[in-house]
């Protein structure tokens, strides 16, 4: 749906907001402190007296008593009060307080608002986008409120965000809802000098009407003078860039129609009572929308491509989508795909946002500038952290600060949109206010401290990696003395959770480590992925990691790591990314490598992952001569671990080979080890890889027509395999479990097998299979 119509609706909804108010009033129980209006009627209903009835008695025509009851002459004569007093019987106190109601009314009436007093700026002709927050305004405007509520509405957002441009537009639209004015009051939030609340007070007297000799001295005179002008009448507030919450409660209204807007770049967050939105970037295709609408036609020439490009540097932030069109505008032989190219330079990429008067880092520079010493210092020393988000120990590390500390400073970063924060105590940047950070950087501090601060940030990535990693090894697990400054992980999980969440950052730390030539800390670091791997197989970054690593054992000289990483190498292009040819190569080199320096342990992974690439390339019976050796090397050296890994990879080989009888000892013998306390199997090791065995024999039994083992081994199979990492095992042994209860009749328990299998290969990205199970799922009976 088009913003403008969107906007239409906005205004035609607006024009009942007077009744509607009005209404929403009349419907709760009548205030302690009514207004004439009220008071008038509650008297005629009293005396149970019609309008007509009313007239008559009074002499006051009904026309005129009901313009005084729906409060449109909110300050009749005296004498027209008198009459209907009279006519009503009323005396005493109840008498003076109608008439004191009217000749506050009649003061009212004589003040008169002075022209372009908090006049509303004009509204931008090309606006477009945001109709889910032009619906919160909708509601907004048109809530009902109890007596002595009052409807506010705060707009936040980051620097650039178009806060002022969208409540601007929504104001213009809704202008003739709001008869007794619409106000513009901008407070200089972001100014070294906020406005004054006394003086905002005094302006939004002025446009009420109320002359400047009649200005009450204090703030809090005035603030009262006006709130109870805003009560009766049907106003609307826009306060723009509020400073805090201290210079925005005088100026909320306490009850009646009046609405207030409020736009600020901090939360606020200490304002009781109000309606929140919080502003966004655009997503890509409102982006286009905006920036299509500001070069207007020219936007045909220049194609959608380019220009979806160009949307997509401006990161969605309207302030820059607005900056790169009037750039374009003004320049009419400019083309836009050059100008994309000159933004996807990061270095200059701040630079092309400026255009006249605008310039997106003096929209940052604000935020900056309201920022404590050691707020400052973490925002631009955080642009060096290599990933996308990072936490709150890292940003202490940056800083240079405590944790809590650390927390103090990210909340400032965020309550003023420097910083956007997400689920589970994650922080980020928007990619145009990382580049004005890292400018800052640069401007404030010196090389030898920007470098200092970058090695430092490696380094405790890579220590942080490292440790996480090594949980995972046999003969590691809890370090018995990490460095001091390393944050403490307690278990597994925390070491899974924290090598998950921070992948960017540490994958980038291995990155500069490589490029700088730290080929030690690359090696280290990825050596210790090597069992962390084996839960996260369908990581998108193996492949890249243990790249590194050879890369880094290359450098070194080291040639049997060298063989070692090239055969993890290998694993990555045999299971997570299914290409046996990669992983032949892989394994061939390290083969290579590792005979030349005589490393029997990488001879004998090498020939393991021989085996696999071959029997995926359907070379069977090479593929059995291959594992055949490995398992007698792996023997030889007495390593109970490799071994079991070995033994059953023979029996891979010998039942893709068709040999299901020999394929099924080999995985008994590998169970054998798995229960044998005295076999000498790293416990871990026998835990994570006894499921996967089992499910191997189940198959083979299935082969050999022993349906009902292959259904139990399968079965417990299944079972141990649900706590571990969604993959391919498990969606096989599944779906392998689902075909045997079938066959042996037993439909229902299959179609519960076929729809997990279906959930476990959509996750691991096999569609195939996943669309392949979960059709079996729906056709069994």
Known sequence: MEVLSLLRGLSTLARTNGSHACSARTRCPIADDPNLAELLRRHRQTARLTLEQLAEASGVSARTLSDMERGRSRGPQHRTVIAVADALSLTGEVRERLIELARDGRLRDHWTRPAGLCELPRSVEDFTGRPAELV?????????????????????????????????????????????????LDLFGMSAHPRPVEDALGLLLGALGVAERQLPADAQARASLYRSLLRDRQVLVVLDDAASEEQIRPLLAADGPSRVLVTSRRLLAGLEGVRRLVLGPLQLPEAMDLLTGILGERSVTDGPVALSRLAQLCGGL???????????????????????????????????????DLKIANAFGMSYEQLGVVAQRMFRRLSVVPGQDFDAEVAAVVGAVERVAAWDALDELVDLGLLQDGAAGRYRFHDLVRLFARDRLQGEETAADRKALTVEVRSWLLRMATMAGRWFEPGYGRPAGPDADLVVLSDLEEADRWLRANLDNWLGALRQAQDVGEYAAVLDCAEAMHWFSDQWVHGPHWQEVFTLGARAAGALGDLAQQATQLNYLSWVHAIPLDDPEGALRCAAEALDLATRVEATTQIAWSHCYIAIARRKLKHFEAAVSSASRAAQLFGSLGDTDAYFSSISNLGYCLRDAGRHAEAAERFREALALVGDERSGITPSIAAHLRPHYL????????????RSEAITTLTEATDLMEPYDSDYHQGGALEALAALLARDGRMQESRRAYARAAAVFEVSGELEAHRRCRDMAAGAP
Request: with cysteine; glycine share 12%; proline share 5%.
């Open 136 to 184: 919160w305004m909708d509601e907004l405007v048109h809530a009902e409120v109890s007596p002595g509520g009052a409807v506010v509405g705060l707009v936040t957002g980051s620097a650039g965000s178009g806060k002022t441009t969208f409540v601007i537009r929504a104001a213009h639209a809704l202008r003739p809802g709001f008869p007794d004015g619409v106000f513009f």
């Open 318 to 356: 309207p302030l820059a989508l607005r900056i790169i069109g009037n750039r374009l505008l003004s320049r009419p032989s400019w083309s836009v795909a050059e100008l994309a190219a000159r933004l996807s330079d990061e270095e200059g990429r701040l630079e092309h946002f400026k255009a006249g």
């Open 695 to 706: 499910a191997d024999l189940g198959r083979c039994l299935a082969q050999l027509g022993n």
